[in-house]
Nanobody, 119 residues
Framework: QVQLVESGGGLVQAGGSLRLSCAASGTIFDINKMGWYRQAPGKQRELVAIIISGGTTDYADSGKGRFTISRDNAKNTVYLQMNSLKPEDTAVYYC?????????????WGQGTQVTVSS
């Protein structure tokens, strides 16, 4: 079993910054993709950013130029640096990874961390 634990969420004023972290633990033989999704009240969960094992990244248009995703493969940890935050960035942010656990490859999700941006 693989567990994901997020940290770094909180309340910030518009224009401020936050750095989210997500550490994967458990029986892990390999991790391919790691990334972040978010879900605002009344809206569907949407992609924020993704990074694959080789370092290739992809961002939703809403975060391009403001968000940076990175990972530390040795620590099985993914980060999301969010700058110039806007009230519309307010959401629960979920970490996800595609990992090879004790049996097979599958996607795993964290519990989510709240990000609130005040105007």
């Amino acid at each position: 079993q693989v567990q994901l634990v997020e940290s770094g969420g909180g309340l910030v004023q518009a224009g401020g910054s936050l750095r989210l972290s997500c550490a994967a633990s458990g029986t892990i033989f390999d991790i391919n993709k790691m990334g972040w999704y978010r879900q605002a009240p009344g809206k569907q969960r949407e992609l924020v950013a993704i990074i694959i094992s080789g370092g290739t990244t992809d961002y939703a248009d809403s975060g391009k130029g403001r968000f940076t995703i990175s990972r530390d493969n040795a620590k099985n940890t993914v980060y999301l640096q969010m700058n110039s935050l806007k009230p519309e960035d307010t959401a629960v942010y979920y970490c996800t990874c595609q990992a090879l656990g004790s049996i097979r490859w599958r996607d795993y999700w964290g519990q989510g961390t709240q990000v609130t941006v005040s105007s």
